[in-house]
């Protein structure tokens, strides 16, 4: 059968439109889909490569480039030139104040509790809008090498994020002009690449050693059901590759009796040993002897020297393991898999060490620094709905809300909602002395209630007499793990509450589901029309209903004829309210609250005299 998917942004339709997976990392980005063959595969645009550095460049012109060509300009025009932006992603100045001197670029804040930003030239930028270059930078790769617009995607970020940073994720995908539709942990998507966790049937734990350029974690994941539980991340954000190829540097700079402070002062040289180094650590995977020269400076090293530069490094990632182990508080025999991410995991010392310290081989199978993207092309080919054989159980593929006035639905928990996930709103009486409220929970896009799908309804009973708009009852939606549902009514002032459970999912077919979000494309215009009409004639209503409360209970405080006019213009109003016209429904509402506001500030002068007379002195 093929598959119709929606394009949300302009409602057409489009046949097997492609969702990617993108890996945005702190020193490497790229990009992934999946091939008509159905397998994970990563983009290399024109035969640009794979790897996108993570970099962005300004130019004098205000011209911008990303990658390969804007890292070059990292030692002959550092000011202008951005990497590791990830760091600084969704952080306020106190989070990144201790090492504010490991950026070259200017990172700045004159709010200390608020997001950073980074001054190139005369403009600032947010780490957002950074990122955002990078993943338009990836999306137009994508295009190209694909012949087709792309415009949805899965992101990857670390396990460690937090909401803030997953938000900033999010917020540089729509600003390059991506619906995200899910932001993915690393390490899950890690696992997924190697097929870890797609079958609902199996219960593993497994942990994920992730060493890039700069940062390192390791994430102990749960997989059960389908559901990827994270129970301990662990790293050192400052530790990496980077390191490596500085001990190397190190090590030249002695062996050839060089003076440390000159070489780092000569920016060129420094950048050509720094690249030499990066050459001789990859060239020991399949060699175990570098030589080579820069000028008259010898880059001589064999493999075991270079384990010996770097062990020290490594044994502090094991030390980090054995945390992440005892926080999750599981022992190396409990795991069942060990997965290695980033580029570095290509070292043979740090694949031994890690094979020895869990006692069992490591999967290296998938290409380190492809693995993660690979892992989010497959999450967003699950996420189209290409691939019935598994559960999704993480994501609500309808939104959940309540009816309110009007028979309008009010969105508490939106679609493509990542599960377990809580919302809540505040909602109130429309009468006086309103005792019961009628909670009816649906499910689905349409505006009105009618339209969507009815999944339970309750009474919140025994709320205290209180004049209209008192009360203040607190719904609040708990969607757990298990697609269960739970609701809970409460009113704040007195206390009473209720709560029932539903299940969603029940009884709805992945084609039922297809269908309602077909029919809110289809219908989304009409929607609004009536939304407005609706909230209108609500708006209306209320108003009526204050007005004759005031003119019952204040009668003493208007003359006869405003008595009269009043009445007139709320029978305008609720000829008004019979139609369709929300224009002119607004007009009415607004004519009968333009006459009637003076009785109102006549009353409330009047309310305060009479307190003060009631203030007696002496
Ligand atoms: P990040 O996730 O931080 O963006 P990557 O996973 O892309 O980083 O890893 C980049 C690091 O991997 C760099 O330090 C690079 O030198 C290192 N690397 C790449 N290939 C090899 C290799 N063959 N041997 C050792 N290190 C490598
Ligand atoms: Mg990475």
Known sequence: MAKVSINLATGSLQKEEIIVGIDLGTTNSLVAFINPDKNPQVINDAGKGVLVPSVVHFGPAGEISVGNEAKEYLITDPQNTVFSVKRLLGRSYNDIENYKDFFSYKVIDDNTESLVKIKVGDTFYTPIELSALILKELKARAEHALKTPVNRAVI?????????????????????????????????????????????????????????????????????????????????????????????????????????????????????????????????????????????????????????????????????????????????????????????????????????????????????????????????????????????????????????????????????SKVPTKAGRQYTTSVDGQVNMKIAVYQGERDLVKENRKLAEFNLKGIPSMPAGFPKVDINFLLNADGILKIQAIELRSGVKQEIDVKPTYGITDDQVEQMLLDSITHAKDDVSQRMVIEARTEGEQMVYTVERFLKNNSSFISESETAETLKLIGVLKNTLNGGDKDAIHKAIDELNEFTRPFAERLMDEAISTAMKGKSIG
């Open 156 to 416: 990857t970020v670390p396990a460690y994020f937090n909401d803030s940073q997953r938000q900033a994720t999010r917020d540089a995908g729509k600003l390059a002009g991506l619906d995200v539709l899910r932001i993915v942990n690393e390490p899950t998507a890690a696992s997924l690449a190697y097929g870890i966790g797609l079958n609902p049937e199996e219960t593993k734990t497994i942990a994920v050693y992730d060493l890039g350029g700069g940062t390192f974690d390791v994430s102990i994941l749960q997989i059960q059901n389908g559901i990827f539980e994270v129970l301990a991340t662990n790293g050192d954000t400052f530790l990496g590759g980077d390191d490596f190829d500085r001990a190397i540097v190190d090590y030249w700079i002695e062996k050839n009796q060089l003076n440390k402070a000159e070489v780092l002062a000569d920016t060129s040289l420094s950048q050509q040993l720094r690249l030499k180094a990066e050459e001789a650590k990859k060239a020991f995977a399949y060699q175990s002897l570098f030589n080579e020269k820069i000028g008259e400076i010898w880059c001589t090293l064999d493999r075991s020297s270079f384990e010996e530069l770097i062990l020290a490094k490594v044994q502090q990632t094991i030390a980090c393991c054995q945390n992440a182990l005892k926080d999750a508080k599981v022992d190396q025999s409990q795991i069942d898999e060990v997965i290695m991410v980033g580029g570095s995991t290509r070292t043979a010392l740090v694949k031994k060490m890690v094979a020895e310290f869990f006692g069992r081989p490591v999967h290296d199978e998938v290409n380190p620094d492809e693995v993660v993207a690979l892992g989010a092309a497959i999450q967003a080919d699950v996420l189209a709905g290409n691939r019935s054989d598994i559960l999704l159980l993480d994501v609500t593929p309808l939104s959940l809300g309540i009816e309110t006035m009007g028979g309008l639905m009010d969105v508490i928990i939106p679609r493509n």
